[in-house]
């Protein structure tokens, strides 16, 4: 009898999602630019590992479970990638079910470049200086060049989302663009000189990871280029760490991703947050953390 309750224990321990049933939702191409298959690879290793604890993982494309959602009666939870609208009201849905949502559809909109802007900055999380133009709107006449012009309803799609400019003249060409292809609103960035690092966190758990984009090639849309081939500036990983998961925690996105820039004096300013990236230098690693978050949320 005893041996028997040891085991249960010990597969308890080790398979805590035993019995339990999700959803993984992938993200809409659209919405990945030049990342599909890194997309698809972090969510595929991330359901591996959910499967190696146990559980039951189903993955489906966000256009499936909003036709199939309201028959999800036995699910247990669902980790998501998602963008698009139709399917984060699915998943408010599910949320007000009851259902655990890793992560909230609430967190996915506040990632939205406009409602970014203004939370980081709002919460004292280092940010460059922002200016939000509605649509039709013209350039302030206070913006310093060069700077960057960046789409505020939504996540970049496509290379001309994020734009730099260095005078008025090109920034109202650039301005103009982003009206005649219908996006409502657009948020300019002062540029910041200095040592451009992207990085990969999971809030609540051991993991970070930082590199140059140089160093490995990784890049959406080739504009890391414009800071420069890094010169290895000193900065401290604990506090940038420390500010990544703070700006998760405002923005409620513990799956993350983003970018910073080191400066000369060592001071860290985050340029781009991200909600659910690639992982592509450490899918593997990440995947495993981010079962353990999931793990973590569902108990």
Known sequence: ????????????????????????????????????????????????????????????????????FQELTSVDGCFTMARNESTLQCLQQLEERGVTVVYSAFGIRRCVRSTMSMLLESNGIPYPK?????????????????????????????????????????????????WRRGVTSVVTCEHIKGDLIKFYGVRDTDFFYWFYPSDVFH?????????????GLPFSVGHLKQISDEAARVLDVPVYGGDCVVQDDGQILIIDFNDWPSFAPCCQDAAYKIAELITNISQ
Request: proline letters at 4%; one cysteine or more.
């Open 130 to 178: 922002s200016h939000l133009i509605e649509a039709s709107g013209h350039m302030p006449e206070d913006i310093a060049y060069p700077c960057w012009l960046k789409r505020g309803d939504g996540c970049a799609q496509q290379k001309e989302d994020t734009c730099y400019v260095q005078s008025l003249e090109q920034a109202n060409e650039v301005l103009q663009d982003f």
């Open 219 to 231: 890049s959406k849309f080739g504009l890391e280029v414009i800071n420069g081939v890094p010169k």
């Open 1 to 68: 009898m005893g041996y028997k309750e040891d085991t249960r224990k010990a597969e308890a321990f080790l398979r805590p999602l035993e019995g339990t049933t999700w959803i993984g939702i992938s993200r809409e191409n659209r919405y990945s630019p030049n990342c599909t298959q890194k997309d698809s690879a972090i969510l595929h290793q991330t359901a591996l590992q959910l499967q190696n604890l146990g559980a039951t993982v189903q993955l489906m494309q966000e256009e499936e479970f909003c036709r199939s």
